[in-house]
């Protein structure tokens, strides 16, 4: 099948999908979601033994059956979450606000009044396409720093989606320009930051007690600019309601070696990561290949 075929059906798809969980009451939408996670999940079987193997590394006192489990809960997890993002697509700015409770609000409102913007660094964990319209409206539009999807229809229909609360999408190719202008105009923008990388475009950093390549784009606009460096996410409760969490915002260490510097931030971040992944671990994205960039074997 050429790829403008596949991208066809794959829009086609989407667009019943969203049509049939736009009907369904919020709490069907969610257990049909989980139900069809868990059901690709046992088909898709190489990614789920990607989620696997990385569990053994992060939590080795796990057995088997927990490993299993837990996989399966990734895949259930984010079934709820797309087809939560296409109920919640479809209602008013006062029902998707009203699906959420909000902590640390004050570190983003200390953040506005300094006047240098603030960096809200996220990861693929709960739902961060919810936080972001959330935020949106709470705070303020906001600049999402995105990949864009290989399915250049479904792009277009998650644009749509992010830039509701006037958000605007600022895509990782063309994104530096935009954040500093934004940053300068005192307004925020999400990244996240929990993906591999290659060598040469971060650092590496400890992860789950394990060397893994990250970005250093946050920490390194931070120390550049001076702004807020604010590290958040969202949970989804067995309730079905969505907890936004804001921490205080990172000390901006000043030795004078700005790649020190970068790489101390880097690792306070990832290791903040770390924790919310702990606290939540079905709701986070295990099954890419995040320590796939190892440091190069020094020549023998």
């Not at 864009?148 to 530096?176: E, Q």
């Amino acid at each position: 099948m050429s790829d403008a075929r596949r991208h066809a059906v794959e829009a086609a798809a989407a667009g019943l999908v969203a049509g049939g969980a736009g009907l369904l009451p919020r709490r069907a939408a969610l257990a049909f979601g989980r139900a069809l996670g868990r059901t690709w999940g046992r088909l898709d079987r190489r990614h789920l033994r990607i989620a696997e193997d990385n569990l053994a590394h992060a939590f080795p006192d796990w057995d088997a059956g927990r490993r299993r489990a837990v996989a399966l809960g990734v895949y259930g997890h984010f079934g709820r979450v797309l087809l939560d993002i296409l109920w919640l697509a479809r209602r008013d700015r006062d029902v998707i606000l009203g699906q959420v409770d909000v902590s640390g609000a004050e570190h983003v409102e200390a953040a506005r009044a300094a006047g240098r913007g603030a960096l809200l660094v996220t990861a693929h964990i709960g739902n961060w396409e919810l936080h972001g319209m959330a935020h949106g409206w709470l705070f303020g539009p906001i600049g999402v720093v995105a990949r864009p999807l290989d399915n250049p229809a479904l792009d277009a229909r998650l644009c749509d989606v992010r830039r509701r609360p006037g958000n605007s999408v600022i895509y990782k190719k063309r994104a530096l320009p935009q954040v500093l202008r934004l940053l300068r105009e005192n307004r925020g923008v999400a990244i996240l930051i929990d993906q591999n990388v290659q060598e040469g475009d971060g650092v590496f950093v400890d992860f789950f007690g394990r060397r893994a390549a990250t970005t250093t784009v946050a920490a390194a606009l931070a120390v550049k600019t001076g702004c807020a460096l604010i590290p958040t996410h969202t949970e989804l409760r067995d309730d079905g309601r969505y907890s936004l969490v804001y921490e205080p915002p990172l000390a901006l260490p000043s030795s004078g070696d700005r790649a020190a510097d970068v790489q101390l931030l880097t690792q306070r971040l990832t290791a903040a990561i770390e924790g919310w992944v702990r606290g939540t671990p079905e709701q986070w994205l295990w099954l890419h290949r995040r320590w796939k960039t190892q440091p190069a074997e020094p020549p023998r």
